[in-house]
């Protein structure tokens, strides 16, 4: 509601616009080699949404439905293209907040903790690996549970 259009455009400029450039700027060197994965990073908000986020919202959504198109056009070609979304990581920023606040995140999760950036890396590296040669156009989330 107290949304600006300026503050809606930076962040679809930063989320979404970066993901169309970067693919942009990758796509003609991998359709060359005619092998490639793209990972773009999502985020489980851009899954189910999040109050007083419209605009961060739509962009990590918006990431979703741009990497799926992309493993439908470029897949003939052996081109890759997934999404990971990342739920509660704790990470500096998250180390910022209240601590009861964090552990009202951790409770609410399954697994019961928040995840850590080597979580995310791990999925980031097992898709750009040979192991995920049959995957593509996904949207994986690295959340404990959360979404669950």
């Known amino acids: 509601m107290r949304m600006s259009e300026q503050q ?26 005619r092998s490639g994965s793209i990972i773009n990073m999502s985020s489980v908000v851009g899954v189910k949404g999040n109050a007083g986020q419209a605009n961060y919202s739509a962009s990590k959504a918006g990431i979703i439905g741009f990497t799926k198109s992309v ?6 070609r052996n081109i890759r293209s997934n999404a990971i979304a990342p739920g509660f990581i704790e990470t500096e920023m998250t180390g910022a907040l209240d601590e009861k606040v964090v552990q009202q995140w951790r409770d609410s999760i399954p697994l019961k903790r928040g995840g850590s950036a080597e979580d995310v890396a791990n999925l980031t590296l097992f898709l750009a690996s040979d192991m995920s040669a049959y995957i593509t156009g996904q949207c994986i989330n690295v959340c404990g549970g959360m979404l669950t």
């Not at 989320?15 to 060359?32: E, I």
């Open 71 to 76: 493993a439908l056009e470029l897949g003939s």
């Open 8 to 33: 809606w455009d930076e962040v679809m400029n930063a989320n979404l616009k970066s993901v169309f450039n970067l693919t942009k700027a990758v796509q003609k060197p991998m359709l060359k080699a």
